[in-house]
Every structure is written in structure tokens, then in C-alpha cells.
């Protein structure tokens, strides 16, 4: 590609500013003055830009007005517009401040796709171009979400789309490292929100992120973390409107951790308890049940089955988004049917309570503690389910606040940790 | 190329729908509707569609708000934008309908262009790519405005844009017609709104329509008809909303006048007159005068100048844009100033009221019919100009409506001409 030997000369700077972040023209030019700064300090400085605010769900929302069902090129061709506007706003804003900008498109910036349009994978990225305008010293603001596609349109990437691109710059750059500006101001022990002593973490491991993510936490997309994580590009998570630290992303070994470690905890309300009742205790049944959720395309978290009963039957139950819930009963309720079970409960009063760290498998600790928690609480717990870097209880939602304060005292998060 | 001969086998419409035309999710519905309708008739359909509503001038707003004087390739990243949103959702729409359908941007297109951003000039059109598309029976959505630059960037047209990319591809398709839709039905004899026996022209030449132009009815952009004369392509000027046919633009030819004919009137309340008086009777002064307008960009409209009076002495009198006038005003102060001119007086109740037709010059009648018709109107005349193809008077603003009708009627144009 051409890229490093120039490259390495000078040490360049990827930040990537998400929607919230250059949601209006004040804070787009708050956003450029942080770009501008970086460069100050004597760094190259790549930004990718998000779509300002809502442009993106105001753009599919005029699609659907179309057009029930629109096509995936003609939704692409639409919605790429929206990081098209940012990165240009983002270059004037530079501009007007007298420094050199340029603003490129997914494909002009070198962005190679493979993969159908709206789920598309980068491929390579040929930074020729851009290592061509930072040598002249301009900042150079990247579409996020968009890459040139096999056929030589603008296809997206899918999900968390701008984070990807964000990392996969990094990593063609050899940054090492990669700013995350949002509006949030970092990895906290527990949602600040809920918990008052809910400390800010410096540094959590990718695998803690991804435990997290999947405990409801939505700080980054995983898919970007993971592609992170594997091209060694550390990620600082930060608020664009504030000018301290946030939390560093950082590899487990750079942790050197020596024992087990609750970081953060996460309190999602946001899924469902399904339960197939008197399912018979046959082999494979279980299997069954669970394929007929995949088949409709459900995400399930926390499977669990209780031991059989001297009835002969077990009772299965599934944490599902309340967004599937109707659909996943649904296919539950067929496949009860077909399998002789009684009948399938849903309960949306749940909330689903967990404790992220590492190293949870030597130490049963971690998990009783939990529990014991809950039990001076008076906090029924309805499932558990436990990993070697996640525990997490079901408890009836009303509860849920009050557990998240209770377990952040009890694990003693709000001291200095990392 | 390699366009032709795929080309003539198939007869290819190019229609063109503006801002207003595809200002919402309904309306760009409708013009889907108008395009597969056309499809239905046998022919291959090429869409040119604009910018959906006011969305170019609310993206140069928000680049105002972010950069006071944002640079012109920027700019040209950022409105592009909106013709891209209007052809994604076009093509959406006829695909919702059943009807196969492509979006492309201006580069997709084939559209290569030269000059500076914000104002290039099309250079060729590569239609290979349209061609495949119409072979393959889709409806292809190109968008206006838009072209491949020199650099490799996308670049826009400059001022009516959109009409031009409409010209553009049917000289290059060789379709020898255009269908021009926006909210207008056509070219009238004079404004409905005012004169209410106005009637919709069938035909007009691109003459007369430069020359309405000038005299303030905009239907289309002037650069567009003298590029779609140039290349032998009529344009038709109809309503996006109506089925019923518009007002063809044509070759002074095809209409076949053996005599001179008053074909529309135009009244232009959107100017205001300058003089400057007791401009000194020497040569070159002028020159000088007018210089100082052409020199901070004014345009100007009608410039007369009186016999010098006994005094030695003349005025000079000008029509500009209203919203040049404090401009122009200045501009002629400090002209009037080093000239040895008295005063430059400025009155803004003024209307210009033209009749656009072909052969005035050897026709006397034409113009004597004007200033009888205003003389028995008790209608004072400030200022006179004319051409073969134009005259213009300017009145009081307050008499200008009651003006228009009484010359449609003294003209005669309620009755069918062409």
C-alpha cells in the first residue's frame, strides 16, 4: 500500500466524532477545535465523522414513506448522504478556523468493500490519498459507515458502521490507538445515573467491554471492539464536550491483572423473561426449543433449564429485547405446541442485573457475593447464569436500582480500582 | 461512445423534475407514477430529479452557520448531497410501484465535467453505464447538478444545474426533446394570477424565452435553453402535477412566422431604477458610469440616457436586481463623485412591463401599441427600451397589474395564437 514509510514519519492522531458529537454547527465546531488542538500538539489528525444527530433514522424514515420495503443500493445511496454532510461541515468548520482541511467520502479515502450493500466488510483501506493530504497538513475528515463496493458504488458497513471505520484507519495507519468522542464520558463502575459514588474506570479490557455490551451497556458497537482488540488498536473512550481523560480499551494482558476483578456493573431493563412451562424431558428437546428462536432470527441471552421435576418436565427459560418479544412468544408458543409442553409466560417486569470483571471462574467469591447481596436486600432472584468474566441475576425490575446501588457498596467500587 | 447504436434502437424519454416537484414523500410518488407511466408507453426512461424542496438551501444555511465563507469544493461536497437523497428516494419509489429502477449520482452517470467547483461546465457524458441500465428496462434516476471533476471529485454546474444535466443527457442520448416538469403549466401570454384571460402558449421560441427571462419570468435557466438550442433539443415546460401538455420551447424555425407577433408579457416588480443625474456632457463618461456597476458585479438591465440637456448635462438612468441596489447605489455614488455628477437617486416603486415576441424591429405598431394602450391608461412612462424581439417600459410599481391587462387585451392575446 505504499502507506507506512511515510507514515511513520509523523505521528497521526484517528478520532472519531459519533452523531450526538456533531449534532449541530456548535457542536461541529466544538468537534474541529478538538481536531485542531490534536494537530497543535504536532500530530496528524484523521477524523471520522458520523451523520449529524438523527440524519441517519430521518433519512430511512423519508425511505419508508417512499417505500415500505426499500431497496438495500437505493437505502445506501440515501443514507450515505448523511456522513457526506457531516464531513463536509467538519472540513468548513476546520477551515474557517484557519486550518487546512479536506473531507472524503468513504470512497475517496481509500475504503474497500466486500459484502452486500447495507452489511457490507471492509476490505483494505488504500490510505494513498489521505497520507497525501496530511503530509500537505490538512485534517482530513472520513465519512464514517461507507467503503467503495465490489460493483463501484457506495456501500455502509452495517451497525457501528463509523466506529469500524474509525479502527480500521488506526490500523492502516499503525496509529496503535484510536479517540472515541461521544456523550459519554467514559467506562463507569455502574450507570452514574443510578449509582451517585459510580466511578469513572481509566482502563477496561476488550473482553470486559464485550461482557458488558452484552449486559445492556451500549458504549460501542462489539463488532468494532472485537475487530479492535484483534488489530491491536487501543480505543479511548471519551466525551466531546469535556476535556479530561476517558477510558482506555486496552488489550487483558496490558492489565497485568494478578487476581479476580469486579470493574462494572450494568443494569438493563430492556429484555424480557420467556418461559416454556412442562416442557417433557426428552433428549433434544431443548435443542429444539432453541432453534425455533434462532430460525425467527431472535437474540437470546441467559438459557436456562431447570433441573426435571419428579413430574418429568423442565421449565426453559430465555432473556430476549422487549422489541422481539411478541415474536419470539410466538415462535415459542409454536414450538410448545409441537413438543407437548404446557404453555409459554412472559414477564416484562424483569431486570437483569451483572457484575463484569475478569478472573471469575477461580473465584467463586465474586458470584456469592452477589447473591448474598441480594438476600440482605430481600431481592428474589428469578435466574442466574455465570461466566468466567460476567455473573448476572434476573430480579423483578422495581428492584433493580436499588440491587445496582447495593452491589456497587458490596464489591467497593467507588475506591480507586483501575 | 459507443451510445448510439444501442441507443436508436430504443426510444429514450429524458424528463426533468425540479425542487419543487419531489418536495415531499407524496409528491415524489406522483413524479415516479408520471415516469412509469412513460415507461408503459414504450419508451426507456431517464430521470433527471433535483433536490427534494428547499433542501439546497437549507444545506447551504447550516454551512453558513458553520463557516461564514465556506470554500467551494467543501460546498460542493456538501449540496451534492441533496440531489443524492432526491434520486435514492425517486428510484425507491418507482421500485415500490413495481417498476425496476437505478439511482445514479452525476459521476455514476458519466457526467465529466471541467472548471471550478460551484460553477464547472459539462464536458462530455459517458452514457455506457445509463445505456446498460435502460437495456436492462430500468427507470435510471440521475442526479442534476452534478459531475465528475478534474480532480476526481464530484462538482457542481452552477445556477440552474439540474436543467442543464436534463439538456446535457438528451443531446447525449440523442432523444431531440426534454420533458421539463416543475410547478409551473407552462409559458403563458402574461400571468394567470394577474390577467385572468392569460393563456398557456403551445409553442415559443428559445429566443422569446431569453428575452422573458431578462424581463423577469423565470421558467428556466438561461444557460440551459441556450445549451439545449445549441444542440437541437426542444424542451417541453409542463406541470408536474397536471397531465395536460405544457409549452414547447422550439428552433425560431420550427414556428414559421411570416410576421412580426407579440407571443407573452412579462411584468417585473423584482427591480428598482437608479439615475444619476447631471452626468457631465463629455465622451467616455458613460463608459466610466457603467464600468463601476460591471466592475462589483451588478447586473443591469435597460440603461438609458437622456439627450443632453441645454444645461450640458445628461441622466443616466439604470434597472438592477433589488437586491443589488444598496450595492449598486453605493458603487455609483463614488462613481458620480469622481465624474463630477450631481446625485444618484434611487426609487424602488417602479415596474418594468414587457411584450416578448419576434420581428418588432420592422413592425413600428408593436411598440406605438404600447405606449397608446399606457397613454389612454393614464400610465406614465419613465423609461423606454427596445429590441427586435422585446419592449419594456417602466411605470410606477402601483400601475404595472392594471397595465399587463390592458396591453394582453390591446394585443389581442386571449385569442388562440399559437
Same mark, same amino acid.
Given at each position: 500500500m505504499?502507506?507506512?514509510?511515510s507514515?511513520?514519519?509523523?505521528?497521526?492522531?484517528?478520532?472519531?466524532?459519533?452523531?450526538?458529537?456533531?449534532?449541530?454547527?456548535?457542536?461541529?465546531?466544538?468537534a474541529a477545535?478538538?481536531?485542531i488542538a490534536?494537530r497543535r500538539?504536532?500530530?496528524?489528525?484523521?477524523?471520522?465523522?458520523?451523520?449529524p444527530?438523527?440524519?441517519?433514522?430521518e433519512?430511512?424514515?423519508?425511505?419508508?414513506?417512499?417505500?415500505?420495503?426499500?431497496?438495500?443500493?437505493?437505502?445506501d445511496?440515501?443514507?450515505?448522504t448523511?456522513?457526506?454532510?457531516g464531513?463536509?461541515?467538519?472540513?468548513?468548520?476546520?477551515?474557517?478556523?484557519?486550518?487546512?482541511?479536506?473531507?472524503?467520502?468513504?470512497?475517496?479515502?481509500?475504503f474497500?468493500?466486500?459484502g452486500?450493500?447495507?452489511?457490507?466488510?471492509?476490505?483494505?483501506?488504500?490510505?494513498?490519498?489521505?497520507?497525501?493530504?496530511?503530509?500537505?497538513?490538512?485534517?482530513?475528515?472520513?465519512a464514517?459507515?461507507?467503503?467503495?463496493?465490489?460493483g463501484?458504488?457506495?456501500?455502509?458497513?452495517g451497525?457501528?458502521?463509523?466506529d469500524l471505520t474509525?479502527?480500521a484507519l488506526?490500523?492502516?495507519?499503525?496509529?496503535?490507538?484510536?479517540?472515541?468522542?461521544?456523550?459519554v464520558?467514559?467506562?463507569?463502575?455502574?450507570?452514574?445515573?443510578?449509582v451517585?459514588?459510580?466511578?469513572?474506570?481509566e482502563?477496561?479490557?476488550?473482553?470486559?467491554?464485550?461482557?458488558?455490551?452484552g449486559?445492556?451497556?451500549?458504549?460501542?458497537?462489539?463488532?468494532?471492539?472485537e475487530?479492535?482488540?484483534?488489530?491491536?488498536?487501543?480505543?479511548?473512550?471519551r466525551s466531546?464536550?469535556?476535556?479530561?481523560?476517558?477510558?482506555?480499551?486496552v488489550?487483558?494482558?496490558?492489565?497485568?491483572?494478578?487476581?479476580?476483578?469486579?470493574?462494572?456493573?450494568?443494569?438493563?431493563?430492556?429484555?424480557v423473561r420467556?418461559t416454556?412451562v412442562?416442557?417433557?424431558?426428552? /433428549?433434544?428437546? %431443548? @435443542?429444539?426449543?432453541?432453534?425455533? =428462536? #434462532? *430460525?425467527?432470527? &431472535?437474540?437470546?441471552? !441467559? $438459557?436456562?433449564? +431447570?433441573?426435571?421435576s419428579?413430574?418429568?418436565?423442565?421449565?426453559m427459560?430465555?432473556?430476549?429485547?422487549?422489541?422481539?418479544?411478541?415474536?419470539?412468544?410466538?415462535a415459542?408458543?409454536?414450538?410448545?405446541?409441537?413438543?407437548?409442553?404446557?404453555?409459554?409466560?412472559?414477564?416484562?417486569?424483569?431486570?437483569?442485573?451483572?457484575?463484569?470483571?475478569?478472573?471469575?471462574?477461580?473465584? /467463586?467469591?465474586? %458470584? @456469592?457475593?452477589m447473591?448474598?447481596? =441480594? #438476600? *440482605?436486600?430481600k &431481592?428474589?432472584?428469578? !435466574? $442466574?447464569?455465570? +461466566?468466567?468474566?460476567?455473573?448476572?441475576?434476573?430480579v423483578?425490575?422495581?428492584?433493580?436500582?436499588?440491587?445496582?446501588?447495593?452491589?456497587?457498596?458490596?464489591?467497593?467500587?467507588?475506591?480507586?480500582g483501575?
Amino acid at each position: 500500500m505504499g502507506s507506512a514509510s511515510s507514515a511513520e514519519r509523523v505521528k497521526i492522531t484517528v478520532m472519531k466524532f459519533g452523531g450526538t458529537s456533531v449534532a449541530d454547527p456548535e457542536k461541529i465546531q466544538r468537534a474541529a477545535e478538538r481536531a485542531i488542538a490534536e494537530r497543535r500538539r504536532g500530530y496528524a489528525v484523521v477524523v471520522v465523522v458520523s451523520a449529524p444527530g438523527e440524519m441517519t433514522d430521518e433519512l430511512i424514515a423519508l425511505a419508508e414513506r417512499v417505500a415500505p420495503d426499500p431497496d438495500d443500493r437505493e437505502l445506501d445511496q440515501l443514507v450515505t448522504t448523511g456522513e457526506q454532510v457531516g464531513i463536509a461541515l467538519f472540513a468548513m468548520a476546520c477551515r474557517a478556523r484557519g486550518a487546512p482541511a479536506v473531507s472524503l467520502t468513504g470512497p475517496q479515502a481509500g475504503f474497500e468493500a466486500v459484502g452486500a450493500h447495507g452489511r457490507a466488510q471492509v476490505r483494505r483501506v488504500r490510505t494513498r490519498r489521505i497520507l497525501r493530504h496530511l503530509k500537505a497538513g490538512e485534517i482530513v475528515a472520513v465519512a464514517g459507515f461507507q467503503a467503495l463496493g465490489p460493483g463501484g458504488d457506495t456501500v455502509t458497513l452495517g451497525r457501528g458502521g463509523s466506529d469500524l471505520t474509525a479502527v480500521a484507519l488506526a490500523s492502516a495507519l499503525k496509529t496503535g490507538r484510536c479517540e472515541i468522542f461521544s456523550d459519554v464520558k467514559g467506562v463507569y463502575t455502574a450507570d452514574p445515573r443510578i449509582v451517585h459514588d459510580a466511578r469513572k474506570l481509566e482502563r477496561i479490557s476488550f473482553e470486559e467491554m464485550l461482557e458488558l455490551a452484552g449486559a445492556g451497556a451500549q458504549v460501542m458497537q462489539a463488532r468494532s471492539m472485537e475487530v479492535a482488540e484483534r488489530f491491536g488498536v487501543r480505543l479511548h473512550v471519551r466525551s466531546a464536550f469535556h476535556n479530561q481523560a476517558g477510558t482506555w480499551i486496552v488489550a487483558k494482558e496490558d492489565l497485568m491483572l494478578e487476581k479476580a476483578f469486579v470493574s462494572s456493573l450494568a443494569l438493563d431493563k430492556s429484555e424480557v423473561r420467556l418461559t416454556v412451562v412442562g416442557v417433557p424431558d426428552r /433428549p433434544g428437546v %431443548a @435443542a429444539k426449543t432453541l432453534a425455533a =428462536l #434462532a *430460525e425467527a432470527g &431472535i437474540p437470546v441471552d !441467559m $438459557i436456562i433449564q +431447570s433441573a426435571a421435576s419428579h413430574r418429568g418436565v423442565n421449565d426453559m427459560s430465555f432473556m430476549t429485547p422487549k422489541s422481539s418479544a411478541s415474536k419470539a412468544k410466538k415462535a415459542l408458543e409454536a414450538a410448545a405446541k409441537r413438543l407437548g409442553a404446557e404453555r409459554v409466560d412472559l414477564n416484562d417486569q424483569v431486570a437483569k442485573i451483572s457484575a463484569i470483571g475478569t478472573g471469575f471462574r477461580h473465584s /467463586p467469591q465474586i %458470584a @456469592a457475593t452477589m447473591f448474598k447481596t =441480594l #438476600a *440482605e436486600q430481600k &431481592i428474589n432472584i428469578h !435466574m $442466574i447464569s455465570s +461466566s468466567d468474566l460476567r455473573v448476572s441475576c434476573v430480579v423483578d425490575s422495581r428492584d433493580g436500582e436499588s440491587a445496582l446501588r447495593a452491589l456497587h457498596k458490596a464489591y467497593g467500587l467507588a475506591r480507586k480500582g483501575r
